[in-house]
């Protein structure tokens, strides 16, 4: 990969984790309000492409930290596991159940099944556009790849 | 709460999940695959169990009722196909144990078998229009990956193919969603059929189910869009051939007896009528491309197509007999069609190609697979006592009671000229004396299947070959259960009253 | 309104079927691409095209106050277009290494699965 100029690395360090906690808010939002787990993956997944072209591959997948194929796994099981607990009750799954935490002065904090399938959702999704880029990242920089010109 | 509907799709997505966890370890995957397929096939039978003892099941998701949630529904047919499902997902699992190398392994097989598994259980067990676009999605995204696993330049431009047509068919899938939701308001498929009904025949509803019937065409590939088929099913590794030529097109075909039985009964002298002649039409060019091929897998992909066209003629001529002439036509197909193929794979693993020209002698050296081999061929060509002839003997009978004569003597050909291929495949691979050449086993077509372990695994590849068959032996020579099986779903098909009723209740009644 | 739209996702379908017909694999993809716009625009027409708020209930209510938009048409869309995603990043993947495999962007030199 071409050595990139040096506002768009220095950017890149100080965007990743700002949008990383944008993410994170968009994916916390989404209960009640417009967000939620894909559109949150995706502006994770937006940093890390960003992160990975003013940085290289190798740095993108330190940044990233797993192999990007665990976190679909991970985000699938999160997924499934937040059908399963309607189904103890007795309810068809998916159902919703929440746990009602009242232990902050701000107010109770209700934790529901919708949010970790949300979750589940976002890790999903950065999985998988993670996975997508690399792959083609990766097959740009192999020395056997057809140059484009002259074929 | 009826756990067993939804276990047959969150079975294979949970063991994706897992292999996808479980990403490094080949053992953990392969394990991974034969319990979580081997789970599928038990809750499969569990399902159809429990739909055939207590009618229709149903399930509405998180909750919410019917028609504004999702709802996973159980008929007969649907738990039928979630069975078949079930066979042959197993059947391929235990297959790959042998045939899928490491290297394949490494880019997913595993996980993306569970996917589509999940995709094509889904599509059979929602009663959601749009649900069933999401799982028709999921499918063919899972089996896009597969096509390409080993990235032969062949794989490549039949994936090409594959891809654009299917893609073609998800965009006119997905244009009769939207005006189907325009029209009615709904995207229930019980509620579409009580307010299809309440507004009886016109243009518009016409047009759409035309719509369905190309989109839906493509995907089972019937006349004339087929050509996609045949151009991508014999370059895949062996045991995804088997996968897809059991299941993939036959979504496509439950798609169909599904909306042309439910929904759009509205005009039947018009959209069956263009049903039936598609259904010549796809038998008759299907056998012909058959009998034009000398490679193995091509001659089995173009009888996928001839077969296709069997069972739209059971929809077509939409009389009882013909209903369960054509669910019976489905299990007997997915289940001979997949063993077919994994019969080739072997053929090729003991001689190194899938030419007609190139093989011969297997009778003398392998005389076991030669009568495996014959099982399923005589069967697909449908000869007594083995179930095709079952099959295409109800479908012949209702075809004479409905007066259809031209397309059953289209069936009555085809079957024959079926029969001329298959002993032609006979003749070239086991009864022909091993053509003279210099001896290198050649890899024209496909390097995949090279033994990875040697020998001892050949038992493992005759496994699933040897349970399918005996399963066809069994469909063919008890078929008297099968077929009452095949009598209630059709019943079922045909009255839809019941499919309804279970997924509506009694807002059916109160509709303003 | 109605027949802006009608318009407009009619020139979505002939520019799709027009860049799907054309030889290079790109283009395909173009029309691909086109073609699930168009029937995203097409969902989103016949839908009924009214104008109304978000369907949000607010705090504290049992439904949302006046007039709403229809929210099941925009979550069809927005279901159809992540599909869309997914399968136009496999078809990116599997045009490039096409490319590599075939050596040229050109549908007429891809004749080997041909019969």
Redesign the interface.
Known sequence: MRKQSVILRTAAHVLLPLLLLFSAFLLLRGHNAPGGGFIAGLVASAALALYLFSLGIASARHALGVDPRRLIGAGLVIAIGSALPAAFFGDAFFTGRWLTLDWFPSGPLKLGTPLLFDLGVYLVVIGSVMTIVLTLAEAEERPDAPSNEGD | MRPEIALPILIPLAAGALSLLAWRSHAAQRTLGLVGTGLLLAASLWLAASTWQDGILVMHMGGWPAPFGIVLVSDLLGAIMVVLAGITGFATAVYSLVAVGREHERFGYYPLLHLLLAGVNGAFLTGDVFNLYVWFEVMLVASFALLILGGERAQMEGAIKYVTLNLLSSALFLSAIGLLYGMAGTLNMADLAVRLAETGSNGLTTVIAVLFLVAFGIKAAAFPLFFWLPASYHTPLVAVSALFAGLLTKVGVYALFRFFTLIFTHDVAFTHEVLLWIAAATMLTGVLGAAAQFEFRRILSFHIVSQIGYMIMGLALYTPLAIVGGVFYIVHHIIVKANLFLISGVVYRLRGSYELARLGGLYRSSPGLALLFLIPALSLAGMPPLSGFFAKFILVRAGLEAGAYTVVGVALVVGLLTLYSMIKIWNEVFWKAMPENDGEPNDDVMNDDRPAQPAGGLALLYLPVIGLAALTLGIGLGAQPFLELAERAAAQLLDPTGYIHAVLGDAAGIRP | MESMMALVVGGLYAA?IYM?LRRS?VK?VIG?VL??N???L???????LTRGA?P?VPDGAAMPAGAVADP??QA?IL??I??GF??L????????????????DD?DR??????
């Open positions: 799709a799907m694999i395909l691909l073609l699930g168009a029937a995203n097409l969902i989103f027409t016949s839908g009924g978000p949000l099941l048409a069809l279901t159809a992540v599909i997914g399968v990043a496999f078809a990116v993947v599997l045009i490039h290494r096409a490319y590599e495999v075939v050596g040229a549908m891809m004749k080997d699965t041909d019969t």
